[in-house]
């Protein structure tokens, strides 16, 4: 065959990709209005269901059976669990795991529960365990509460920009660590009658607590006010503790979403139940009910042929992917579908117009942006903002439509000083909070991040700002500043550098930049050289912590297709585009849809991953489109 039928070849081969993809990705929506797949994360999240479950007495037996079911079929043949496909070994969720087995009824002698104790106890033991695995244990009665550190409830008297103020903690933060002050304080315990003893290589609690996540300067004074917190805590003003706890059920009870709540996710959702139980609520008190529902609304997953398992999501996504999934087709040509215009509509509706404790930093703005999940009127995100904007922009709403206006106002609001964007707060970078005794797992912080950057420039100047207007010129600035010296850009919300340059590039090409600048073409020299033999693009979740790992794993749908709009904005002719493109050919299966079992998607990087079900649809179809649909790379 020659060059040029073999190009030819290809290109018939992208087209009936695009025309499959694109045609069951509209067979996708969801009641004519939505798009909405699967978060798929890490099997701690269903343990710590039944542990709520059961410490409330709510846990039936159809129920321990299904979660059992479930826990079992996620289980690998050496016993244990893992934060996301293919990973390590996890000492937490393989604990969480195994306890949650033993609830359910599992026999401690099974080779497989025997080989998951072993898994904890190779690792160090739940002795070791991050501080929310020890936390579930002191809930259940199987860790001494005193050996958990302490958050005053006097806490939340702090000015919010006052260093330690809950304030300065990330949204998800946020509303996690007010909840906890109340259940460290008060110390709900609900023993339950399986001992979790043989997770730990001494007693529970007696050997030292794991070292700080991220030590630092603040870390010495840190733990000198930890031990003079917990003295307060066995003495505190009386008078002034219950104000504390007045406000900080008030805190809590005032911003639970319709679904019952709270920010839409499921950690301070959890620990907010538990910290208003504590304070005398009683299971069927209004706030409580609507809480304890919620879970089986639409949080719930019940898998297998006849339902035999049950999966907990720790949250929603139906705004993410219903942009996404707007964007991929209206780049196919359906922009003037019926199918995009409901989901348009239904995306104006979900516009957040509640002010919400963003706000407590920058002190201005009004009310604005989208946020992730189906109810949640408190916390919008700038990424979630940026991509709906675009999704009405491609479906023909004007710059000048007040949704959209709003929604570029609300955004040049949360630009940090920095010039770039966190998700869900301004300015969120104070180290000493992440330097706090209870900060050993996860992201505590919401700084300014490249992926979500790029969004926010490109969201804005296809939404009429000029590359001139002051704000996209710090926010390109920010990504210039922030590329890597081989020339590609971290991902913060998803895997990982090809995540952020696949974001960069077409945000820097938007706002005016050259395909042929240097910074451009060091990300595409970055990107053709860790292009598989397959032609395709991967990058296992270990490139957050192992260099060697950067730009590199096998080749997947979602990570391919970030890799591809990456190059049509910087160099859509490169022969490294075209074997991507055949890639996608190749690999999508008859029904249109692609396989990815890897965790693609980032909640905190390398502790909480996210396979997003949809991700491996809407960004194959979008990377195909543009480059297919579209003649030239897009600048606004």
Same mark, same amino acid.
């Given at each position: 065959?020659?060059?040029?039928?073999?190009?030819?070849?290809?290109?018939?081969?992208?087209?009936?990709?695009?025309?499959?993809?694109?045609?069951?990705?509209?067979?996708?929506?969801?009641?004519?209005?939505?798009?909405?797949?699967?978060?798929?994360?890490?099997?701690?999240?269903?343990?710590?269901?039944?542990?709520?479950?059961?410490?409330?007495?709510?846990?039936?037996?159809?129920?321990?059976?299904?979660?059992?079911?479930?826990?079992?079929?996620?289980?690998?043949?050496?016993?244990?669990?893992?934060?996301?496909?293919?990973?390590?070994?996890?000492?937490?969720?393989?604990?969480?795991?195994?306890?949650?087995?033993?609830?359910?009824?599992?026999?401690?002698?099974?080779?497989?529960?025997?080989?998951?104790?072993?898994?904890?106890?190779?690792?160090?033991?739940?002795?070791?365990?991050?501080?929310?695995?020890?936390?579930?244990?002191?809930?259940?009665?199987?860790?001494?509460?005193?050996?958990?550190?302490?958050?005053?409830?006097?806490?939340?008297?702090?000015?919010?920009?006052?260093?330690?103020?809950?304030?300065?903690?990330?949204?998800?933060?946020?509303?996690?660590?007010?909840?906890?002050?109340?259940?460290?304080?008060?110390?709900?315990?609900?023993?339950?009658?399986?001992?979790?003893?043989?997770?730990?290589?001494?007693?529970?609690?007696?050997?030292?607590?794991?070292?700080?996540?991220?030590?630092?300067?603040?870390?010495?004074?840190?733990?000198?006010?930890?031990?003079?917190?917990?003295?307060?805590?066995?003495?505190?003003?009386?008078?002034?503790?219950?104000?504390?706890?007045?406000?900080?059920?008030?805190?809590?009870?005032?911003?639970?979403?319709?679904?019952?709540?709270?920010?839409?996710?499921?950690?301070?959702?959890?620990?907010?139940?538990?910290?208003?139980?504590?304070?005398?609520?009683?299971?069927?008190?209004?706030?409580?009910?609507?809480?304890?529902?919620?879970?089986?609304?639409?949080?719930?997953?019940?898998?297998?042929?006849?339902?035999?398992?049950?999966?907990?999501?720790?949250?929603?996504?139906?705004?993410?992917?219903?942009?996404?999934?707007?964007?991929?087709?209206?780049?196919?040509?359906?922009?003037?579908?019926?199918?995009?215009?409901?989901?348009?509509?239904?995306?104006?509706?979900?516009?957040?117009?509640?002010?919400?404790?963003?706000?407590?930093?920058?002190?201005?703005?009004?009310?604005?942006?989208?946020?992730?999940?189906?109810?949640?009127?408190?916390?919008?995100?700038?990424?979630?903002?940026?991509?709906?904007?675009?999704?009405?922009?491609?479906?023909?709403?004007?710059?000048?439509?007040?949704?959209?206006?709003?929604?570029?106002?609300?955004?040049?609001?949360?630009?940090?000083?920095?010039?770039?964007?966190?998700?869900?707060?301004?300015?969120?970078?104070?180290?000493?909070?992440?330097?706090?005794?209870?900060?050993?797992?996860?992201?505590?912080?919401?700084?300014?991040?490249?992926?979500?950057?790029?969004?926010?420039?490109?969201?804005?100047?296809?939404?009429?700002?000029?590359?001139?207007?002051?704000?996209?010129?710090?926010?390109?600035?920010?990504?210039?500043?922030?590329?890597?010296?081989?020339?590609?850009?971290?991902?913060?919300? !998803?895997?990982?550098?090809?995540?952020? #340059?696949?974001? $960069? /590039?077409? &945000? @820097?090409? +938007? *706002?005016?930049? =050259?395909?042929? %600048?240097?910074?451009?073409?060091?990300?595409?020299?970055?990107?053709?050289?860790?292009?598989?033999?397959?032609?395709?693009?991967?990058?296992?979740?270990?490139?957050?912590?192992?260099?060697?790992?950067?730009?590199? !794993?096998?080749?997947?749908?979602?990570? #391919?297709?970030? $890799? /591809?709009? &990456? @190059?049509? +904005? *910087?160099?859509? =002719?490169?022969? %490294?585009?075209?074997?991507?493109?055949?890639?996608?050919?190749?690999?999508?299966?008859?029904?249109?849809?692609?396989?990815?079992?890897?965790?693609?998607?980032?909640?905190?990087?390398?502790?909480?991953?996210?396979?997003?079900?949809?991700?491996?649809?809407?960004?194959?179809?979008?990377?195909? &489109?543009?480059?297919?649909?579209?003649?030239?790379?897009?600048?606004?």
């Amino acid at each position: 065959m020659t060059t040029t039928s073999a190009t030819q070849a290809g290109h018939s081969a992208a087209e009936r990709a695009l025309t499959r993809g694109a045609r069951r990705l509209l067979a996708m929506q969801r009641d004519g209005a939505y798009w909405w797949e699967e978060l798929e994360t890490n099997a701690a999240i269903t343990a710590e269901h039944l542990f709520m479950l059961s410490a409330f007495g709510l846990a039936t037996d159809d129920l321990r059976a299904r979660i059992a079911a479930e826990l079992r079929a996620t289980q690998r043949h050496d016993g244990s669990w893992a934060i996301w496909h293919e990973g390590p070994p996890d000492l937490n969720v393989t604990a969480e795991a195994y306890y949650a087995l033993r609830l359910a009824g599992a026999d401690p002698g099974e080779t497989r529960m025997r080989r998951a104790r072993d898994v904890v106890l190779d690792l160090g033991g739940a002795d070791h365990a991050r501080f929310f695995t020890r936390l579930w244990l002191a809930v259940l009665g199987q860790f001494p509460w005193g050996a958990l550190p302490v958050l005053p409830p006097e806490m939340i008297f702090l000015p919010p920009r006052a260093p330690l103020s809950p304030y300065r903690f990330a949204c998800w933060a946020r509303g996690t660590f007010v909840a906890l002050m109340i259940v460290l304080s008060r110390r709900p315990t609900f023993p339950q009658p399986v001992s979790a003893r043989d997770l730990f290589h001494a007693e529970p609690g007696e050997g030292p607590p794991p070292a700080p996540r991220t030590p630092g300067r603040w870390t010495p004074m840190l733990a000198r006010g930890e031990r003079l917190a917990r003295w307060y805590d066995r003495h505190p003003l009386r008078p002034l503790r219950s104000r504390a706890e007045a406000r900080i059920v008030r805190w809590i009870c005032d911003p639970q979403e319709a679904d019952g709540s709270w920010g839409g996710i499921q950690p301070p959702w959890v620990y907010s139940l538990f910290a208003l139980h504590a304070m005398g609520f009683p299971l069927d008190h209004p706030v409580m009910a609507r809480g304890l529902a919620g879970f089986d609304d639409t949080f719930r997953l019940d898998l297998g042929e006849r339902g035999e398992r049950f999966r907990l999501q720790p949250c929603l996504s139906p705004v993410w992917d219903t942009a996404l999934a707007v964007v991929a087709l209206a780049e196919a040509g359906h922009a003037d579908d019926p199918a995009l215009r409901s989901a348009a509509d239904w995306l104006l509706d979900r516009e957040v117009t509640r002010l919400g404790d963003w706000w407590e930093i920058p002190r201005r703005g009004r009310a604005g942006g989208w946020s992730f999940e189906f109810e949640n009127v408190w916390y919008p995100d700038t990424d979630d903002a940026a991509e709906v904007l675009l999704a009405l922009r491609k479906t023909g709403a004007s710059p000048d439509h007040p949704a959209v206006r709003r929604g570029v106002e609300w955004l040049l609001t949360m630009q940090s000083r920095n010039g770039g964007w966190g998700a869900f707060d301004v300015d969120n970078d104070q180290a000493i909070m992440t330097q706090l005794p209870v900060c050993d797992f996860g992201e505590v912080l919401d700084p300014p991040t490249e992926d979500v950057t790029a969004h926010v420039v490109e969201a804005l100047v296809h939404c009429g700002l000029a590359p001139s207007h002051p704000a996209v010129r710090r926010g390109v600035d920010f990504l210039l500043r922030t590329q890597r010296p081989d020339g590609s850009w971290w991902g913060r919300w !998803g895997v990982n550098h090809i995540y952020g #340059t696949g974001a $960069a /590039l077409p &945000a @820097l090409r +938007a *706002a005016g930049l =050259e395909p042929e %600048a240097p910074p451009m073409q060091r990300a595409v020299a970055w990107l053709v050289e860790r292009q598989n033999p397959d032609g395709g693009w991967g990058e296992r979740v270990e490139s957050y912590f192992d260099p060697a790992w950067v730009g590199r !794993g096998d080749s997947t749908p979602s990570q #391919t297709a970030w $890799a /591809l709009l &990456a @190059l049509h +904005a *910087a160099a859509p =002719e490169h022969p %490294a585009a075209a074997r991507g493109l055949d890639h996608l050919a190749a690999t999508q299966r008859p029904d249109g849809t692609w396989d990815e079992p890897q965790f693609t998607g980032t909640g905190f990087p390398g502790d909480f991953m996210i396979n997003y079900h949809g991700y491996r649809q809407y960004f194959p179809v979008t990377a195909l &489109a543009r480059f297919l649909r579209c003649s030239a790379p897009e600048v606004a």
